[in-house]
């Protein structure tokens, strides 16, 4: 048993990463269950869905499991704060082609993260994971009362440190190549594009707390590899993504199964902030547009069109969010992830 699965209760320290939109119960009580620590995304839900959400989890599997949320970076715009027509106006073609009228501006983008935590504290998973920022010493006093770990997550050494100083329990390095968003707090995200293999030793050296590698792990060799570098456990996202038990469609599903290593890349036109996915139509329009609203307006924009083209299935509208090591995963199923994986831990 190593700390991390001390911390967590866990016998296997492999790590379900969270997808902010497409966790499912399925496959975070997947993982959970086969031993590992399944984690689910919170990311824009009310509280009423996270109560919602976590009893489900609870009712899915007796074995300990995380939740996640975005942190404010302080950057984050309200519709009252920018003049969203014009971004409207150039993405009109995507929202034709989704079959979907051109919406108008929500009162809010996202929930008051303040109701967030209080929602999840008061639901009481194992742990809760965070991106995007620092958990206050409020958050982390009222985590640990309620026996609640918590987990920071760093793109630099520096980021580390900050998290360490915060309190957190455990330390998610997550290299470039991870899919999703660069969830980086101290330094623009384009700054901190430090590899798996660069951060994660350099992470260890700087914290004391155990740290968890992710980004481009997705077979025995990258978790071997990860615990080489002195990590004492792994997070997995795209890997876990492409299996039947995930919330990804059929679309996003079979570009993973069919990227290369240079299939993937970084853009800001999905959401307003950087992250690493799959290029399709929509990233292509946008990025030619070059009308991409702050953080996170352009994320509700997109969303209107993205969930119609979820309902119909049309992968050319989403945001396929992928790491570059989508084209080592193999699976279909969460079970022959895990087991691959649990293949590389030492002995
Ligand atoms: C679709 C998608 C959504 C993600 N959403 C979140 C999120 O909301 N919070 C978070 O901490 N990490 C998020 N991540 C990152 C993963 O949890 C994980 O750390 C990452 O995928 C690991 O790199 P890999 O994709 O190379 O395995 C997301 C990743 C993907 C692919």
Same mark, same amino acid.
């Given at each position: ?28 009580? @997947? $993982? ?21 959400? /976590? ?5 899915? =599997? ?5 939740? +996640? ?21 150039? &993405? ?11 919406? =108008? ?21 194992? !742990? ?10 409020? %958050? ?14 760093? =793109? #630099?050494?520096?980021? !580390?440190?900050?998290?360490?100083? #915060?309190?957190?329990? !455990? ?12 969830? #980086? ?20 050296? !700087?914290?004391?707390?155990?740290? /968890? ?14 615990? @080489? ?11 876990? %993504? ?37 290029? +399709?139509? &929509?990233?292509?329009?946008?990025? =030619?547009?070059?009308? /991409? ?5 352009? +994320?509700?924009?997109?969303? $209107? ?43």
């Amino acid at each position: 048993m190593n700390r991390l699965q001390r911390l967590l209760g866990i016998d296997v320290p492999i790590v379900l990463g969270p997808f902010g939109g497409l966790s499912s119960i399925a496959l975070t009580a @997947a $993982v959970s269950e086969g031993g590992g620590f399944g984690s689910f995304g919170l990311y824009g839900y009310t509280p009423a869905r996270i109560h919602e959400t /976590i009893a489900l989890l609870r009712a899915a =599997t007796r074995r300990p499991f995380a939740v +996640n949320l975005w942190m404010p970076r302080g950057d984050e715009i309200t519709p009252d704060d920018v003049e969203l027509q014009p971004f409207l106006d150039a &993405a009109r073609p995507l929202f034709d082609a989704a079959g979907v009228a051109v919406p =108008t501006p929500p009162e809010a983008f996202l929930p008051p993260v303040g109701a967030q935590i209080d929602a999840v504290l008061d639901a009481r998973p194992d !742990a809760l994971s965070v991106v995007f920022g620092v958990p206050d010493a409020e %958050l982390r006093e009222r985590a640990h009362d309620r026996g609640i770990a918590l987990i920071g997550t760093a =793109t #630099s050494v520096a980021e !580390a440190r900050a998290l360490e100083a #915060s309190g957190v329990d !455990a330390i998610v390095a997550t290299g470039a190549e991870a899919g999703g968003h660069r969830v #980086s707090f101290l330094e623009d995200p384009a700054a901190s594009l430090v590899g798996t293999f660069a951060l994660v030793p350099q992470v260890v050296d !700087a914290v004391s707390v155990p740290v /968890i590698a992710a980004g481009g792990i997705a077979d025995r060799r990258g978790v071997a590899a990860a615990f @080489a570098l002195g990590a004492e456990g792994v997070q997995v996202g795209t890997a876990f %993504l492409r299996t039947r038990q995930s919330a990804a469609t059929d679309g996003h599903r079979a570009a993973i199964a069919a990227a290369a290593d240079t299939d993937t890349r970084l853009t800001r036109v999905m959401s307003g902030r950087l992250a690493r996915g799959i290029p +399709n139509r &929509a990233m292509r329009e946008l990025e =030619t547009s070059g009308m /991409i609203a702050p953080f996170p307006g352009q +994320n509700w924009l997109t969303g $209107v069109f993205r969930a119609a083209a979820t309902a119909a299935g049309d992968a050319e509208l989403l945001s396929l969010w992928a790491g570059q090591a989508a084209g080592l995963s193999r699976f279909d199923d969460a079970g022959d992830v895990l087991a691959e994986l649990r293949a590389g831990l030492p002995l």
